[in-house]
């Protein structure tokens, strides 16, 4: 689906104004439906340049390509066309990813000990930091040794984070973003109930334990609790952080489309996304 400000988009590229509809292809995990209001993807893990424009004139669609990277792993659920492949007037805090609580890249510990991980249900990276609880217990997971500055970002910009959840007996997740132990924000997310979740939570909701610096966090901590009910699980599998307040209308959402069915792109192999934009003249 074309979008509000991607539509504007395309009748600037018409006119001249502008040198092409777009330069970069995003991919991400979520799965809500398509809006024109989209400014981004539910849940973007990475995106591509687009390295080749051509025109399917059988089925009046422009193809869009790129290619996706030998190291990259993960599922792709949904994509989208960007005007630009950065935002040129982006300062140093701009959206990014901050974990995907991969095995082989970051050192998470459970409990202060080694942690579980799973490839049941992940979406993004090779495998996700499983928690089971067992009922009215908390598990609780750190990564430690970041050097994270978030100062720069509004109340109004958002985290963003997707888990699965195996059942209905999770009572509570929350994530932490420390300055030091005793010194740390709270994001609540609360209840849940069990499927892939992607959920955003704005900076500014976050609750200030002791005096944290947003511009010094050294460490991340990911807690589940169950209910009373029986043990549950949860499998995390990515946290970013979404710039969304810092408006430029070179750098715009075209489309956004959810793909049929989920597109696996296999670590060690280069894979080419495309992108179909259906055109009526």
């Given amino acids: 689906m074309i979008t509000t400000l991607g539509k504007t988009y395309i009748k600037r590229y018409l006119a001249g104004q ?37 025109y399917d004139f059988t089925n009046d669609k422009l193809v ?6 030998s190291d990259l792993a993960g599922k792709i659920y949904e994509v989208g066309i960007w005007s630009n492949a950065v935002n040129t007037n982006e300062t140093v805090y701009g959206s990014k990813s901050i974990t995907t609580f991969d095995s082989e890249t970051e050192t998470w510990l459970t409990g202060g000990g080694a942690p579980v991980f799973t490839t049941t249900s992940t979406r993004i990276g090779i495998d996700s930091l499983n ?32 888990f699965n959840v195996g059942n209905a007996n999770t009572s509570n997740v929350v994530v932490r973003f420390l300055t030091d132990a005793s010194n740390y924000y709270t994001i609540t997310l609360g209840a849940q109930t069990a499927g892939y979740k992607t959920v955003t939570a704005t900076k500014g909701s976050a609750t200030a334990t002791g005096s944290p610096n947003w511009g010094s966090i050294t460490e991340i ?53 495309e992108f179909q934009l259906a055109v009526s003249v």
């Fill in 131 to 162: 928690h089971t609880p067992s009922a009215s217990t908390t598990a609780t997971s750190n990564i430690t040794g970041l050097v994270q500055d978030f100062s720069g970002y509004s109340s109004a910009d958002i985290f963003a984070f997707s």
């Fill in 221 to 273: 901590q990911v807690l589940t609790t169950s209910g009373a009910g029986g043990a549950s699980s949860v499998d995390y599998d990515g946290i970013r952080i979404e710039d969304v307040d810092y408006v430029n209308p070179e750098y715009v959402l075209v489309a956004r489309e959810l793909l049929a069915s989920p597109f696996t792109k296999v670590p060690g192999q280069i894979q080419e996304l």
């Fill in 64 to 69: 869009f390509k790129a290619e996706l990277p």
């Fill in 18 to 54: 502008v040198a092409s509809i777009a330069q970069a292809i995003s991919f991400g995990v979520g799965t809500s439906a398509e809006a024109l209001g989209d400014t981004r993807l539910a849940f973007e893990y990475g995106r591509s340049d687009i390295f080749l424009t051509s």
